[in-house]
């Protein structure tokens, strides 16, 4: 009976666990590795958390004389005379609009362009191409813009290319119907080359035993690229995109971009909201409370798509940011 009782009894657990380390002798024995991250830390907290003082001034009614935390509260009133803004409805879905074109027509490129340097049999030709590819990510757009400017503008090489075969002279610049689109493929022009560098790190990470295994058994190249290099890359595609979800009203609608391309004839199609806290900022003169909250809704805004991003892949079955 005893020996049955005892049968039936768990075993205890003899082993103890070890005292939990304070988090003070942590980081005495990770001391370099905290160094390591001391330069960034500081950096974050003096250009990203200090400044985070002044979003109270969404809040407020910016006075001159008492600085950002003398200047009298209005509670609410500069959201609400944010939604009955024209000009900001029209500055918002402008962003929308651009961003939303930039992530379907620029995003998809860096990965076909990524599989194509791959299939790359000759390496002197794929460092050539990339090479060409990614050199204009390293060129400002104030520099880009000249150049773009000079070609497209009214007495650019555009024009004097059409009038060359009878055509009239008309600027892309300052067409509200061609200005958008010369965003677009300028974008992909400049960043395709540089975002393709992660997804052919993805690639060279593949087994290329994977490759020849599926070529001995007879599978094409499209097959192959279908079966072995889209589920290689399609974690990295879903992070990427999460991110650039999360950054759409940002840098998706790439305020040095529009700011050194745009002009007064195609402000109804291309101020978004960046270009519009600027302009009225700095160049109308408008009201730095009202801007902080044109702000803060942009930045809400981005927070909930990042979120809705990452919830969508990990119903897809991916791991997501967290």
């Not at 005495?28 to 958390?49: C, D, N, R």
């Not at 490129?109 to 990510?137: G, N």
């Not at 009214?154 to 009239?168: R, T, V």
């Not at 974008?187 to 599926?214: Q, T």
Request: proline share 5%; charged share 15%; net charge positive.
């Amino acid at each position: 009976m005893a020996d049955s009782v005892t049968a039936r009894t768990p075993k205890r657990n003899l082993k103890t666990r070890a005292p939990k380390q304070s988090l003070g002798k942590t980081i005495l024995q990770y001391k370099y590795f905290y160094l390591m991250v001391l330069p960034v830390l500081i950096w974050y907290a003096l250009f990203s958390y200090a400044p985070m003082y002044g979003v109270t001034l969404a809040f407020k009614t910016f006075n001159y004389s008492e600085g950002i935390l003398g200047s009298p509260w209005v509670g609410l009133e500069n959201f609400q005379t944010l939604l009955t803004d024209p000009d900001f409805r029209k500055a918002f879905w402008n962003t929308v609009i651009i961003s939303l074109m930039k992530l379907v027509t620029h995003f998809p490129m860096p990965i076909i362009l990524a599989i194509v340097l791959y299939e790359f049999s000759r390496t002197k030709m794929k460092r050539f191409f990339q090479t060409i590819l990614t050199f204009p990510h390293f060129i400002s757009w104030v520099v880009l813009s000249g150049i773009i400017i000079n070609i497209l503008s009214k007495d650019g090489i555009y024009n004097q290319i059409i009038m060359l075969f009878g055509g009239d002279p008309n600027s892309p610049l300052v067409d509200e119907n061609a200005f958008r689109p010369v965003l677009y493929i300028t974008h992909v022009w400049r960043e395709i080359g540089w975002d393709s560098i992660i997804y052919l790190a993805a690639l060279a990470g593949i087994n290329p035993e994977l490759f020849e295994a599926a070529e001995v058994d007879g599978a094409n190249r499209f097959r192959r690229l279908l079966n072995i290099a889209w589920p290689g890359l399609k974690s990295t595609v879903a992070v990427l995109l999460i991110l650039q979800v999360g950054q759409l009203l940002t840098q998706g609608s790439s305020f040095e971009q529009i700011f050194n391309l745009y002009s007064s004839p195609v402000y109804s199609v291309a101020d978004t909201i960046d270009t519009y806290i600027y302009r009225t900022s700095f160049t109308i003169g408008g009201d730095f409370g009202y801007m902080t909250a044109v702000g803060v809704v942009k930045s809400i805004i981005s927070l909930i798509l990042l979120w809705a991003a990452n919830t969508f892949a990990k119903k897809m079955g991916e791991e997501g940011l967290y």
